[in-house]
């Protein structure tokens, strides 16, 4: 088999790929290592990696022969896509584009997209669920989401399978910790190790529901190994079903606490219905936030 992993040198790309070289897989990274909440990017010795954007036109070419697509690469924060829509648009909703439409070309099995919870915005009745209506607070929302849209758009205009997920609040290992609008498990992991104050926005009591990247790799394993053809052309939440508030992690983690003003564009409270992908995917996760902050 031979896949492409786009942004496959960061957080949850770089778990893809050294997965799919476990599991025997030919892999070709697409990174232009742009991504500014990483200290540093990762690398496996048997992939070949193109430091390339994939808004790149030679990034076509790179196509050939590939069984599976897994399309991580886009500008991945609520924050800087307020500062920067224009580029937001570009990467997201453009990029997404192109890779669909370069998967259907040269015959791509399947293609897997990751997208986001942000998707729900205000959506105020929890658990999330899959059908629920859209709610995009924010550029980056709107551009992923529009992604997700594409992806429907060539299953069912033109045959390409694709499998979408909805990351609720990803954490663990290569977790990114640089910079203010770092996700919070790694940057108050940071701030504790340097004897900072862990900065709580706002008043601490929104929650999240925090799903560990090994978890999020075995729902994208899931999908590309899945004969379910009931699931393709669906959108998926990756979660755990509990959630936790900023204070809880807080004292999780441990150490003293400064608060900072809230943020625009973003949700209260997440927490993810995963009953569909449970049923149609055969997925559940298996790591508890809890148990991983404190080692076991």
Known sequence: MKSIVTGGAGFIGSHIVDKLIELGHEVVV?????????????????ATYYGISINNPNVATLFQDVDYVFHLAAESRIQP???????????????????????LEYGIKRV?????????????????????????????????TAGEDFCRMYTKLYGLETI?????NVYGERQPTKGQYAPVVGLFQRQS??????????DGNQTRDYTHVSDVVSANIAAMETNNKLATGELFNVGTGTNYSVNDIARMIGGDTTFIPP?????????????????????????KLEDWINGK
């Not at 629920?132 to 980056?140: I, Q, S």
């Not at 979408?164 to 609720?168: I, K, N, S």
């Not at 190790?193 to 706002?202: L, N, Q, R, S, Y």
């Not at 943020?263 to 790591?287: C, F, Y």
């Open 30 to 46: 697409i990174d232009d290592q742009s991504a500014t909440a990483h200290e540093q990017f990762y690398f496996n010795d048997k």
């Open 81 to 103: 896509a307020l500062e920067n829509p224009e580029l937001a648009i570009e990467t997201n909703v453009l990029g997404t584009c192109k890779i669909l439409q370069y998967a």
């Open 112 to 144: 897997m997209y990751s997208s986001t919870s942000s998707a729900y915005g205000l959506n105020g009745i929890m658990p999330l669920v899959e059908t629920m209506k859209k709610d995009c607070l924010n550029p980056y929302s709107i551009t992923k």
């Open 164 to 168: 979408t997920f909805r990351y609720f």
């Open 193 to 202: 190790a340097a004897g900072e104050p862990m900065t709580i926005v706002g």
């Open 263 to 287: 943020r625009l564009g973003e949700a209260r409270h997440t927490l993810a219905d995963i009953s569909k992908i449970n049923r149609l995917l055969n997925w559940k996760p298996l790591v």
